[in-house]
């Protein structure tokens, strides 16, 4: 793999409530080393290379009669794709024993080369239950190649791969348009974030990558909160931050559902494992009663201590009302 993998500096957590790591914020973790997997410019070079390879291979099968299906890398192995599709089948499993007509749209942030979702709509117990599988990145090599190769599987009515940054300002309508179009009217009451390696990629950006981090969970935030549904889910694949760390930068909007298992390794008596898959849920409203809103409130509490003690806020201040409505 190309990312670096680190192992777990303490033992997976296993407390479910989010309040339990509420009071580690991003920016108490320690960033990986800026990385060229983290500029565009990068993923513009790489896919545009997939995307050559793919077309030479094509034209050189339609002369000698293959197939030409060479889709390139698959990002964090065979191993961690499939515990994601086997993940999928299990909430689609979930929804159907709840409601037997209802099905699942998926969003895979930061597609890559479309392989994940086109593994999804390859698989025949999920094809029925899938309404869509939106692939989203910001390369447009990969968009065109997760296109071409959806249109040879004959699933593009349900692959459809769009365009988008989902650290820029309006990027979650711009998913909610994508998933709706042709049809405005169109709801999705099951949805499901997938992401493999995007928010590791977004981590190793050299220009402003915590900046970065927040925009993208507040496209998560936004993009599930624009559906009913309050067990709509995000699952992030990441193998360059730990289950806590993961669990401590989503806390204040998201509450941990479970780590998915893999692959562990045990190295000077700490427990890690090569990919570490969480999956996440937006916190009830109920839990954001007893927290405050995510902006401020009790779930900021570390940050107003630091901040006392570091001298940056005067902790001896008396509180006035300086303007008061009925």
Known sequence: QTFQSRAASEAPAGDNDPASSSLSLDSDCIDPEPSQLGRRDYWQRFYGQELANYLDEAAANDEEGGSGDDRGEVWFGAAAEQRLVSYV??????IRDACPTQQLAVVDIGCGNGHLALRLAANSHLLTGLSRLLCLDYSEPAIELTNRLASKAGVSD????RLLDVTEPGAAASALEFLRAPDSNIHYPNLLLLDKGTYDAISLCPDNSQGKRFAYRQFAVKLLDSVANSNNQLVVASCNWTETELIA??????KHVETLPG???KFGGAVGADVTTVVFTRLKSNSGLQRGHYSHGINRLDVYVRDVRAGVTQGSGEPAILKETA
């Not at 349900?158 to 791969?161: K, M, P, R, S």
């Not at 930068?249 to 998201?254: A, E, L, P, V």
Request: proline share 0%.
């Open 158 to 161: 349900l692959v459809i791969a």
């Open 263 to 265: 692959r562990a390794f």
């Open 249 to 254: 930068q989503f806390s204040d909007q998201f």
């Open 89 to 94: 089948e299990r909430r689609l499993n979930a």
